[in-house]
């Protein structure tokens, strides 16, 4: 008797930076092409119908979760009025957050004070805690943020696992094989020490991250969800940032074509054929 396929989750990030990209993410959920989104609460396009919108799309999935995409770099502006350091009433570039976060030069405790306000928000909007709690641009890694993160997590959200970004949580992948990603290499290094303050506080975590590619060169996106599958073990995860462009997701950021690449493939005729290749499943 053959195995039942390992079920693995697949996240759309960025619910609510866009309706072009809210309304492609539905649509991928309503297909049964996703089973996890994270929402941006501060995104500008969250509002009482996106929301709707969306828990009428995730009511019909059997495993869709939904959970906070905790967002602490510029475009977007903090909720909490003390919010610090703020460029233009904005938070600071991603860059300049690591920056300041590997020097250990930010103050954690008005961190949490924001990631607290940002779960309380979400709390607010769907009338309940989230399912999962990842961070744009990955800044749950950051150092400081990692802290406050899961202090945050620990205390508004303590049912929510959260998204550690290591390729293989404990694997055996060659030295060679990790450095051949320097993006991906960076993120491994980072998520070590996220794992361990994870596992400290009691919080659970996927197993394994996959997903991370560099946006700005031209790239066969089904090549590259065959690699982001192989090995991926039970409850692993991909990142994937599916989405049609609209102005405001031109105001906002510079990953644009790329959305409309991933949401072509996912909802396109291969993507259950490689699911199935792999002996995985999103059901």
Request: aromatic share 8%; proline share 6%.
């Amino acid at each position: 008797m053959n195995a039942a396929p390992r079920r693995i989750w697949l996240c759309a990030d960025d619910y609510g930076i866009s309706p072009a990209v809210n309304r492609a993410i539905r649509d991928l959920i309503a297909r049964g092409r996703l089973n996890a989104t994270s929402v941006m609460v501060i995104g500008p396009a969250i509002g009482r119908d996106e929301v709707g919108a969306l828990r009428a799309a995730v009511a019909k999935s059997p495993r869709c979760a939904v959970g906070l995409h905790a967002t602490l770099t510029a475009p977007f502006r903090p909720l909490t009025m003390h919010f610090r350091p703020l460029e233009g009433g904005m938070f600071p570039s991603f860059s300049k957050l690591l920056r300041k976060a590997m020097l250990r030069r930010l103050d954690t405790e008005i961190i949490q004070a924001e990631l607290k306000t940002q779960l309380a928000t979400f709390r607010e909007l769907f009338g309940r805690s989230p399912d999962f709690v990842d961070g744009h641009q990955h800044v749950q890694l950051y150092p400081q943020v990692r802290d406050a993160f899961i202090s945050a997590v620990k205390l508004a959200a303590p049912e929510a696992w959260v998204r550690q970004c290591g390729r293989k949580a404990g694997g055996n992948e060659s030295i060679s094989a990790r450095l051949g990603s320097p993006k991906a290499a960076f993120l491994d290094l980072l998520s070590a020490q996220f794992r361990r303050r994870a596992s400290a506080a009691g919080i659970s975590f996927n197993p394994a991250f996959a997903g991370a590619y560099e946006f700005s060169r031209e790239r066969d996106f089904g090549a590259l969800m065959d690699r982001f599958l192989k090995g991926l073990p039970e409850d692993g995860l991909i990142m994937c940032h599916p989405g049609f462009v609209d102005e405001v997701l031109v105001s906002l950021d510079p990953l644009t074509q790329p959305r409309e690449t991933e949401h072509a493939f996912l909802g396109g005729e291969h993507f259950p054929d490689l699911l199935a290749a792999h002996d995985l499943t999103l059901g």
